[in-house]
């Protein structure tokens, strides 16, 4: 099946310092990654949407200048969480939507295994 | 407003008894749906579209666009279907919003021997 790899799994930090999470789809083109936010026992919440190539789109009340997000690549997104604070601590999950050509079923989005985010 | 509602937060259902994890859902336009699924300490994986009117794992989905629901059924639950299911409209209607899904808060089957 199609794999979708985060780096780091998780990562502790201290306030007011910067985390970068890496998304890679390994075996596919993704043209459009998705960056989702979990709290503990809620449902996924919608940050960003990345394209290739192009400024992701934020979802309303989410900090572009917070929350950065480059899609460099057919297979990498990077979220970068700047001058993090406490409340930023979440589970953060990527996803990935092959093209037509990414050899993958196109409109389907295939999951990263997450990313565990403590700020101190 | 998208709007997702998955009214139960557990369930709990005896292996081999049939089992329903409702979604109802207030989108605008024809979205395509989702169920994805999550098993403990697994990522979340697609388990079916309606597009695609497929049984997966013995489960299906009807759309009932006059209700907006899609429902998840499954005739005879078995342990290993125990997880976090979550019922996700997808807008296709284009423009920057294009794929984005919308996830409801999810249900918590487990199923018991």
């Known amino acids: 099946g199609a794999v979708v790899s985060q780096h780091p799994s998780w990562v502790i930090c201290k306030s007011g310092t910067s985390v970068k999470i890496e998304c890679r789809s390994l075996d596919f083109q993704a043209t459009t990654m998705f960056w989702y936010r979990q709290f503990p026992k809620q449902s996924l919440m919608l940050m960003a949407t990345?394209?290739?190539?192009?400024?992701?789109?934020?979802e309303q009340g989410v900090e572009k200048d917070k929350f950065l997000i480059n899609h460099a690549s057919l297979t990498l997104s990077t979220l970068t969480v700047t001058s993090a604070h406490p409340e930023d601590s979440s589970f953060y999950i990527c996803s990935a939507r092959p093209g037509l050509a990414g050899g993958r079923v196109p409109d389907t989005q295939y999951f990263g295994p997450g990313t565990r985010l403590t700020v101190l | 407003a998208q709007r997702v509602t998955q009214p139960e937060k557990l369930l709990s259902v005896f292996k081999g008894a049939p089992v329903e994890l409702k979604c109802n859902y207030s989108?605008?336009?024809?979205?395509?749906l989702f169920w994805y699924v999550q098993y403990s300490r697994q990522r979340l994986q697609l388990l079916l579209r309606h597009i695609s009117r497929e049984s997966i794992k013995g489960f299906t989905a009807d759309l009932n666009k006059g209700e907006t629901s899609f429902h998840l059924k499954k005739p005879f639950a078995q342990e290993e279907d125990s997880a976090m299911y979550y019922c996700a409209p997808e807008n296709n209607a284009g423009g920057t919003s294009y794929g984005k899904l919308t996830f409801g808060q999810g249900t918590i089957l487990t199923v018991h021997p």
């Open positions: 990345s394209n290739e190539g192009s400024k992701a789109t934020y």
């Open positions: 989108y605008s336009g024809s979205p395509e």
